[in-house]
């Protein structure tokens, strides 16, 4: 990875473990799409990850998205092999299969908040579209053989700058700080 690129994601995970409590081991919860892609550009999908978030993973996929690897046939079954070694997270959607972008967005948007702190790595611009509302959501995606984090939302920089603001004012107001 390139040294510019690396101190960058070095940063923004910095600011997503201040102010959003973010820690190790990062549970970073894949999609069909990337892992596909990544069998597809033979890169070690597990490996690449945890040098962009720049500490030790948790790889996680939903029911529904190993079911779209399923829905893909033949052609996907390095992917779906490689979908079975991570861990499992349950989506609760076992009558209807969702698509995998309603799917992810069910899991990860509990009333406004990324509340489990999920690193989302998926390959549709929609759904990455719509996690930058969602403050404290970091995403990857693979652009041409390279694992990419997206910078900072502006949702999430808000959501930092008033969590600072909270700190700044709760340390002013503490009466044992006066004198």
């Known amino acids: 990875m390139r040294q510019k690129r690396s101190k960058s994601y070095r940063k923004q995970m910095a600011t997503y473990c ?21 069998t597809k550009y033979k890169m070690n999908l597990e490996k690449s990850l945890g040098s962009v978030v720049q500490g030790e993973i948790k790889p996680m996929i939903t029911q529904c998205c190993i079911k779209s690897l399923y829905d893909r046939g033949e052609d996907a079954k390095d992917a779906i092999a490689l979908a079975k070694t991570f861990e499992r997270r349950r989506c609760n959607h076992t ?14 948007n509990v009333k406004g908040k990324n509340k489990h702190r999920y690193v989302v790595a998926t390959q549709d611009q929609r759904v990455r579209g719509q996690f930058r509302s969602i403050p404290g959501t970091p995403m990857i995606y693979i652009n041409r053989s390279v694992i990419i984090m997206e910078p900072v939302s502006p949702a ?23 004198a």
């Open 18 to 38: 201040l102010a959003f409590g973010f820690r190790k081991p990062y549970q970073v919860l894949v999609d069909g799409d990337i892992i596909y892609d990544a």
């Open 95 to 108: 009558e209807t299969q969702l698509s995998q972008s309603e799917c992810l967005r069910s899991v990860v």
């Open 156 to 178: 999430t920089e808000a959501a930092k700058r008033k969590f600072e603001e909270e700190k700044l004012l709760a340390g002013l107001n503490n009466p044992r700080t006066r």
